[in-house]
């Protein structure tokens, strides 16, 4: 038998390129980004199967899905609330996940900070769009003669 052993990843060993990130700070972000993909996960399941057998198993299922449909959702205030948190919950989520793939694979400062603000911009920019349009959505436009739901006022 040999005693040969194998260097560890990332040691100073002559094939294995030093590891030149440095820990900067001794923050528990990382335990609390950690923490909450498991929090978020389990609440987006529970979101997410809500949403789907509300839109597809009860009533008329798919067929009834149309603008009216989600113009009669958004209309009580229960459905805007579930539709924003599973909203905020999968963009954070998501983007926390991107983070960490980001970190981990990004080997100049320079490229993960770059791609790290698009990340952040992206996810912000969807985030106040998708909030802007649960809360401001409008299903009656004034003016408007033609195709409106049917629980609309009639001009």
């Known amino acids: 038998m040999s005693t040969d052993s194998i260097a560890a990843p990332r040691s100073n060993s002559a094939q294995s390129p030093k590891y030149k990130r440095n820990k900067a700070s001794h923050s528990s972000f990382e335990m609390f980004a950690w923490l909450f993909m498991r929090?978020?996960?389990?609440?987006?399941?529970?979101?997410?199967?809500?949403?789907?057998?509300?839109?597809?198993?009860?009533?008329?299922?798919?067929?009834?899905?149309?603008?009216?449909?989600?113009?009669?959702?958004?209309?009580?205030?229960?459905?805007?609330?579930?539709?924003?948190?599973?909203?905020?919950?999968?963009?954070?989520h998501g983007t926390n996940g991107v983070r960490t793939?980001?970190?981990?694979?990004?080997?100049?400062?320079?490229?993960?900070?770059?791609?790290?603000?698009?990340?952040y911009i992206a996810t912000a920019v969807i985030i106040v769009l998708g909030t802007l349009v649960i809360f401001t959505f409008d299903p009656?436009?004034?003016?408007?003669?033609?195709?409106?739901?049917?629980?609309?006022?009639?001009?």
């Open 140 to 155: 009656c436009p004034p003016g408007a003669v033609i195709d409106l739901p049917s629980f609309c006022p009639v001009p």
């Open 101 to 119: 793939i980001i970190n981990d694979y990004a080997e100049r400062d320079r490229t993960r900070m770059v791609l790290k603000t698009v990340l």
């Open 39 to 92: 929090l978020s996960g389990v609440v987006l399941i529970v979101l997410i199967f809500g949403h789907l057998f509300v839109n597809l198993m009860v009533g008329e299922g798919i067929h009834a899905i149309d603008f009216g449909f989600v113009a009669g959702k958004w209309a009580d205030p229960f459905w805007q609330i579930w539709d924003l948190a599973m909203l905020w919950l999968a963009m954070l």
